[in-house]
């Protein structure tokens, strides 16, 4: 006989929220697994719901400012999150005024997603970049949430937010940056289609399988590609395969993931859908080896952290292990093979000689 599902407690700061999971499996499987996750606010006391909100959209959005109703026992919010591969869905019902990102994030602020906002009830308008655009039911905006943006809602909202790693996407920034914020009237059919979609998707209570999920992860980016590049008017990009922009796209995962250990050729090639081979394959045709690639940007990163005076307190060890080095010995070994000298001594003499420590770039 089948137990009832088991109430899961998610922690969003000092709050906890009863939340059902689609699936009563051990806690590594349903980190692989698709889940269909309930926020309430009703559940939480008048106290609380200002905290837990502000929480919410910040574990989504990284450092954002979130603008509320005067009085909390006034603040309503339901949220149903469905992921189905990379592609997050959620379903939101609430009345918060405004969302807003003054500055870009830092480094280990967020993982960048391009955002699509379907409306599906309620008025919200919406800025990007100099762009301006008012969203009603039926239409649909886009907006990165790794640059300013300014999102103000006029009264209670009922929406769902698509969520997808712009490396996934796989479209340039400037070009995101030509459609965010600008309103994608109903009158669009491929909108229309995208808004009955995920409007579905997003109301589901219960979770897909695993392999279901699988079945409608591509789709869903491929319908997200189609909405931005339709925007644009590049028709031409929104029939240009993924495998196009692959390059692109993995310098991206990897400048996102590079502090990981576990950044291997398996996880990039899995990540984007592909197999090892064609991940090698498309790298050597544009002259890069993975492995020699990942560790050059690596050590840039450390060479820049021991010359900064803001990391002068900690350790060498500590900087390579948060840059991806286990081992030590493995770490000076490299460092000084790349640069002619020791990590200690090339912190030594950046303190005598102060060099640049901005930003290195891929």
């Known amino acids: 006989m089948n137990s009832a599902p088991k109430i899961a407690k998610w922690t969003i700061g000092r709050c906890t929220v009863e939340a059902r999971p689609a699936t009563t499996a051990s806690r590594s499987a ?19 719901r200002a905290d837990a909100i502000r929480e919410l959209s910040r574990s989504v959005n990284g450092r954002i400012e979130v603008d509320l109703p005067p009085n909390p026992t006034h603040l309503r919010a339901v949220a149903n999150i469905n992921t189905v ?17 003054a500055s870009a994030p830092v480094k280990e602020d967020m993982v960048p997603h391009v955002l699509v906002a379907l409306q599906e009830a309620g008025v919200t308008r919406f800025g990007q970049g100099g762009n301006q655009g008012e969203i009603r039911a039926g239409d649909i905006t886009v907006i990165e949430n790794a640059k300013p943006y300014e999102i103000f809602f006029q009264g209670p909202v009922h929406a769902v937010v698509v969520r997808v790693p712009t490396h996934v996407l796989g479209l340039q920034s400037s070009l995101l940056g030509q459609v965010a914020a600008v309103r994608l009237g109903s009158e669009r059919p491929l909108v229309g289609a995208a808004v009955a979609f995920f409007a579905r998707l997003a109301r589901s209570q219960a979770a897909l399988g695993e392999a279901e999920a699988a079945l409608f992860a591509q789709p869903s980016v491929d319908l ?5 590049t339709t925007g644009l008017g590049r028709h031409d990009l929104a029939r240009e395969p993924l495998h196009n922009t692959l390059l692109q796209r993995v310098e991206e995962y990897v400048r996102v993931h590079l502090a990981e250990p576990d950044l291997t050729a398996a996880r990039i090639a899995a990540a984007h859908h592909v197999s090892v ?13 993975l492995g020699d690639w990942i560790r050059t940007q690596r050590l840039e990163e450390c060479k820049r952290e021991l010359a900064s005076p803001v990391h002068q307190f900690i350790t060498v060890e500590a900087i390579a292990h948060r840059w991806g080095f286990t081992s030590a010995p493995h770490f000076s070994r490299v460092f000084k093979a790349a640069y002619g000298m020791n990590p200690r001594e090339w912190r030594q003499r950046s303190r005598t000689y102060p060099v640049e420590t901005g930003p290195a770039r891929l």
């Open 277 to 289: 081979r064609q991940l090698y394959l498309t790298l050597s045709r544009a002259g890069i080896a």
């Open 85 to 101: 591969g990379p592609v997050e869905v959620t379903g939101i019902d609430w009345n918060v005024a405004g969302l807003r990102r």
């Open 224 to 228: 997200i590609r189609a909405v931005v």
């Open 30 to 48: 349903r980190k692989k697994a698709h889940m269909a996750i309930r926020f309430d606010l009703r559940s939480l006391t008048p106290g609380d």
